[in-house]
């Protein structure tokens, strides 16, 4: 029996934000946006969608030609920055979808969520007779939760939105999940965090004032000494570890589907695993969209015709916390 991704699908605003407009927010140059950061544009969200409503946009698309009754569970890996705060978006998503024999519920690790998602489904299916298809389903607004005159935390002005799904079946006829690894070093908990919101600091009127409730960074140099030693080299142990128990090695790997970083890291670890850039997804138009980034590349890559029978995928992500995740995909499809 394999499991596999039978279909994606990927869903982005219609409103843009251009390097030059990020440059006007941020007082960073438009070259150095587009050439350090890698980002020409990104989708940005109006108040009329949110993290459920790009979800289900994008889960309408995994599910063309397909009955929703046939699936069994629905599963929101998306960005915790939903609709509301003690909400779970997944029953919401379910009942839009019409998936109505599945029952729905949420994982969360923030940017590394993915290939998370991807074992949890597949292990599902392994694990219980009764699953056939799993949908996996995320949206992401967090272009909403960035500060541009905070300087410890407008770096991540590359923040997106847009909504992904995958439907992961028993028996695909279009690719097989491999094996997956997994990292997390918790000396990172409490470097990055929207401060306000929670138990620790409920909302209030001084926390509005005060801007406590976009994403901060407590300390970001403490931060980068800490996290650029290790950083390249957790990427590279959890994608050679979920090859090796995929009985693959880098070399084997046609498409590499990462996170948005910016563009020296993401040279860097294409140059540690020894791949050209043509092997892999650099999302340099959609910018990070929390944990949807390597679903987003996975669609584009479908979608340009880059995946042939036999080719080797790696999906990668990394979230704040701090955890790094990959999972092994093999393509069947012609």
């Known amino acids: ?111 590394s969520c993915f290939p998370i998602a991807l074992k949890v489904a597949k292990d599902m299916i392994v694990a219980d007779s009764s699953i056939q298809n799993v949908l996996l389903v995320a949206g992401c607004r967090e272009s909403q939760i960035v500060d541009y005159t905070n300087p410890r935390s407008r770096f991540m002005f590359n923040f997106a939105d847009g909504g992904t799904a995958a439907l992961v079946t028993r028996n695909s006829s279009v690719s097989e999940v ?22 620790k600091h409920f909302a209030s009127h001084e926390t509005v004032e005060k801007n406590l409730h976009y994403i901060d960074v407590k300390d970001p140099q403490s ?7 290790v950083s390249i080299s957790n990427f590279e142990q959890v994608i050679r570890q979920a090859l090796q128990k995929s009985g693959h090695t880098p070399q084997d790997v046609s498409l590499l589907l990462p996170l948005h970083t910016k563009r020296s890291m993401f040279k860097e670890l294409l140059r540690a695993l020894e791949l050209p850039e043509e092997r892999a997804i650099y999302l340099s138009h959609h910018g990070h969209m929390s944990s949807l980034d390597p679903c987003v590349g996975l669609h ?35």
């Open 223 to 229: 931060m980068k000494e800490r996290l650029d030693p």
């Open 1 to 111: 029996m394999s499991v596999g991704i039978q279909s994606t699908g990927a869903f982005f605003p219609s409103t843009v934000e251009t390097a030059a407009d990020l440059a006007m927010k941020t007082g960073i140059p438009e070259q150095v946006i587009v050439e350090k950061f890698g980002l020409v544009q990104k989708h940005v969200a109006d108040d009329s969608l949110h993290a459920s409503d790009l979800a289900i946009a994008a889960g309408k698309q995994a599910l063309e030609g397909i009955d929703p009754l046939a699936i069994d569970v629905v599963i929101y890996f998306g960005s915790p920055h939903k609709d509301y705060t003690v909400w779970s978006s997944a029953p919401k998503i379910q009942h839009a979808l019409g998936a109505t024999n599945a029952y729905a519920f949420e994982i969360m690790n923030v940017s």
């Open 178 to 199: 491999l094996a997956s690894a997994v990292l997390t070093d918790g000396s990172f908990h409490d470097d990055v965090r929207a401060v306000a919101g929670g138990s």
């Open 300 to 334: 584009l890559a479908q979608q340009e015709g880059r995946l042939k029978k036999g080719d080797l995928a790696v999906a990668v992500s990394a979230g704040t916390g701090y955890t790094w995740a990959a999972t092994v995909i093999r393509w069947l499809g012609e």
